[in-house]
């Protein structure tokens, strides 16, 4: 226990505290940007069950902040690569680690192994899903969510608090809220939001000082204001989700909303056989030599349609992948239904065709 | 009366600005945004919450503070 000295010899944690800790279990969903973070204090802090689940790869624009990866996780499965370089951190830990996809099917019977959820995703349909997850588990949920420079955190479904939804009811459209990895973000913030979360979790199993239930704080890095605004329960938004326990692990995404993924990688686009390239750039007045490419810039789209060829897929890329992905909506409003975005934009496309 | 609104997260985008004054003479939530609606044409697509005194309100919920915040949810990680 030498370890966790300095956590012992708090008054306000003790060897008694520390033994909660090495008994309690926590499941982090996403090893990305937060999760990083938040996994990294609880195994240094002996919680003594960890999962991560995540399906992704680590990629070299990852390093910037997820702190847990180095040049050798390159490639490798994220929840895979946190699982090694923690049981080097921490040997006497147990740490599962779940290389898929949280879905509705695999969330609630993973959730009831666990005490405590943490969220680190970074997608809306992944936070309803987790938020709804845990009200039916009846897990509490310690949630964050981060913009550029800008945090969120709270903590949702702790002693009959609010949950997500009691402060957003209705996911936004997808298409109209970017996410890091299209629009950037400070490589700190995770730091310092994660690590609130951390703190959370860490509170909640101690039972120690204010838990931010019934509360969601706003925090600004740029000026280092912080706004903490109350949050209540709303019964109606909540027996809503409750009423959905009977058939949550049936709600197969494609029932509950008909849009696929749209939104993939270069690699991903690849695996299609039959591509058409569009480049819907407004501001490139360069001609792109490649008979597999064609251009129309984003603003004269709808006036272009007859320039598709229908019987191929369609693959739209843009600068950094937001107006290729509001390109696709429009392109599947015309029933042009085999269109993609490409989430990292023409660099990518450029390089590929470069050296093809 | 001038109030002042402060925007978070990509509401900034839409604004340009993450704090203004305007003279508001309304004298309801619905009203500050029907104001900005007016104001910024984008806004209306964008999903948000209004607070005042740091508690949320509804659009029927009356004006008391000279301060409101327009929070958005963060979807990344």
């Known amino acids: 226990m030498n370890r966790y000295n300095r956590h012992i010899i708090l008054s306000e944690i003790g060897l008694e505290g520390q033994y909660k800790l090495n008994n309690a279990k926590v499941l982090v969903i996403g090893a990305g940007g937060l999760g990083c ?173 204010k838990i931010l239930s019934g509360k969601v704080l706003y925090y600004n890095s740029l000026n280092h204001q912080s706004n903490l605004i109350k949050v209540s329960r709303s019964e109606k938004e909540i027996q809503k989700v409750i009423d959905l326990a009977g058939i949550f692990e049936n709600l197969d995404e494609g029932i509950r909303c008909k849009v696929k993924n749209n939104n993939i990688t270069l690699k991903e686009a690849l695996t299609k056989k039959n591509i058409q390239w569009i480049d819907v750039r407004n501001d490139t007045d360069q001609i792109i030599n490649y008979p597999e490419i064609i251009q129309i810039p984003f603003e004269y789209l709808e006036q272009n349609l007859h320039k598709i060829d229908k019987n191929k897929e369609q693959v739209v890329f843009c600068h950094a992948g937001i107006m290729s992905k509001k390109a696709v909506s429009i392109l599947q409003k015309h029933q042009i239904e085999d269109s993609f975005s490409l989430k990292n934009g023409a660099f990518e496309v450029m390089d590929y065709f470069k050296n093809k | 009366m001038m109030i002042t609104i402060r925007y978070f997260g990509l509401l900034t985008e839409v604004t340009g600005c993450t704090s203004e004054k305007i003279n508001f003479s309304g004298t309801t939530i619905f009203d500050v945004k029907e104001v900005l609606f007016q104001k910024y044409k984008t806004l209306k697509n964008k999903d948000f919450q209004v607070a005042q005194n740091n508690e949320l309100n509804t659009d029927k919920t009356k004006i008391t503070s000279t301060e409101i915040a327009l929070l958005p949810p963060f979807a990344g990680g």
């Open chain 1, 37 to 209: 973070p938040v996994l990294q204090y609880l195994a240094a802090a002996g919680i003594g069950t960890l999962g991560i689940i995540d399906f992704d790869i680590v990629s070299e624009s990852n390093l910037q902040r997820q702190i847990l990866f180095g040049f050798s996780s390159l490639g490798i499965n994220k929840a895979i690569a946190a699982k090694k370089r923690l049981e080097d951190l921490n040997t006497s830990i147990s740490i599962h680690a779940y290389p898929e996809k949280l879905n509705h099917k695999n969330s609630v019977s993973l959730f009831k192994e666990y005490d405590i959820i943490v969220d680190g995703t970074d997608n809306f349909k992944t936070r309803y899903l987790v938020s709804d997850a845990c009200i039916i588990t009846k897990k509490p949920l310690v949630y964050a969510g981060i913009y550029k420079f800008e945090g969120q955190v709270s903590v949702f479904n702790y002693k009959n608090g609010p949950s997500y939804r009691c402060l957003f009811p209705n996911p936004p459209k997808e298409e109209e809220i970017p996410n890091c990895s299209e629009i950037g973000v400070l490589g700190v913030l995770p730091g310092i939001i994660g690590s609130l979360q951390a703190t959370e979790v860490i509170k909640i199993i101690l039972n120690l000082g």
